[in-house]
């Protein structure tokens, strides 16, 4: 596995998971009005982990809400961080924070509702996520199930009560690894792999599996690929026909060897853009301004770059002692 700080956690988790799993057939998609969906306006939801004497695993997470419009950060609570991967999604709809935490031995990790300070459990047959992003009236989830190897995805109602595996692999094979939001379609656009080919390539010195994009419609369920890769994906982001990648020969690269590239999804040819960062997690796109995690310098932190007039605003900046895990475009 490439990432191993977030998937090394997992991996002992799903030993202990057992019971509430799903069955291996897909389920039926769900159908929703998104008359409402231009109405939203997108907007930043940030996780970021901190030591806390106050929580039992000794760790908590801040998260926090970005308004892209009005470029105004705020904190809107914190939750336990008991999790093997830190998530926290702030939904605008409810004005609540959703967060995954340990559901306890055999029970996975699972979504819960911060309501006043006191967890509300949501899920029931997951075992862990990597994702959880508001998606108009549905939330779209890069997860695990109970009884199953490899993250997928997955899209729950605004309740969590109905969920689709969207993209169903019979064989549990499919990895899917880097996300993103494309708003203005109410699309997701993601990368995966196969993890049977990447443990082979793990066995060769600077070995890597090929990597597909594709596109999820939320509104029909339905997935299509639209690019092909030989290259480790490291960060992904989608706007019309400009696919953004961040591109390494390997899963071990440096950040200094990522590249990233622009792929038109007409033509299917990409370009280098030489962009003053350093870029290997999450990205966004919307208006052409450029959302991502990465590095100015040896600075890491959350970054707005404006692909037009090629200025850029920082957002968020690593503190001491405090770790930012992430960031979604939600809306």
């Given amino acids: ?6 998937i090394s956690m997992i991996l002992i988790l799903c030993m202990l998971c057992s019971a509430c799993g799903w069955t291996s057939e897909e389920v039926a998609p769900i159908h929703t009005e998104n008359t409402e969906i231009n109405k939203l306006s997108p907007y930043l939801s940030i996780t970021r982990s901190f030591y806390s004497e106050e929580s039992e695993s000794g760790m908590g997470s801040r998260c ?7 470029k105004k950060l705020e904190q809107k609570g914190t939750v336990s961080y008991t999790s093997s991967h830190p998530l926290t999604l702030y939904s605008t ?3 609540k924070i959703y967060y995954s935490a340990f559901s306890g031995e055999g029970k996975g990790n699972q979504i819960y509702l911060d309501n006043n300070e006191t967890g509300e459990k949501k899920t029931d047959q997951f075992c862990d996520f990597n994702y959880l992003i508001q998606c108009g009236e549905q939330y779209f989830m890069a997860a695990e199930l109970l009884h199953h190897y490899c993250i997928e995805p997955i899209v729950c ?11 169903f692999d019979k064989k549990d094979d499919r990895f899917t690894w880097m996300v993103s939001t494309v708003p203005k379609e ?15 390539a793990d066995d060769v010195e600077g070995g890597n599996a090929p990597s597909k994009i594709a596109m999820l419609d939320l509104e029909t369920k339905k997935t299509e690929t639209v690019y092909e890769t030989k290259y480790y994906i490291d960060g992904i982001a989608c706007e019309g026909k400009k696919l953004i990648l961040s591109c390494a020969p390997n899963g071990f690269t440096t950040r200094q060897k990522h590249k990233i590239y622009e792929v038109n999804l007409d033509t299917k040819k990409s370009v280098r ?17 450029l959302y991502f995690l990465g590095w100015k310098g040896d600075t890491r932190g959350i970054y707005a770059y404006n ?8 957002i968020m900046e690593e503190v001491e002692d405090e770790f930012i895990n992430g960031f979604s475009l939600n809306y």
């Fill in 1 to 6: 596995m490439k990432k191993i700080k977030i």
């Fill in 64 to 70: 926090f809400f970005y308004d892209i419009k009005e």
């Fill in 93 to 95: 709809r409810n004005d």
């Fill in 157 to 167: 109602d605004a309740e969590f009560q109905n969920c689709s595996r969207v993209m």
């Fill in 186 to 200: 109410n699309k997701i656009v993601f990368s995966h792999y196969s993890d049977n080919e990447m443990r082979e």
């Fill in 273 to 289: 853009l030489k962009l003053p960062f350093y870029i290997m997690d999450q990205m966004a796109l919307y208006d052409n301004i």
């Fill in 307 to 314: 692909l037009t007039t090629k200025e850029y605003d920082v």
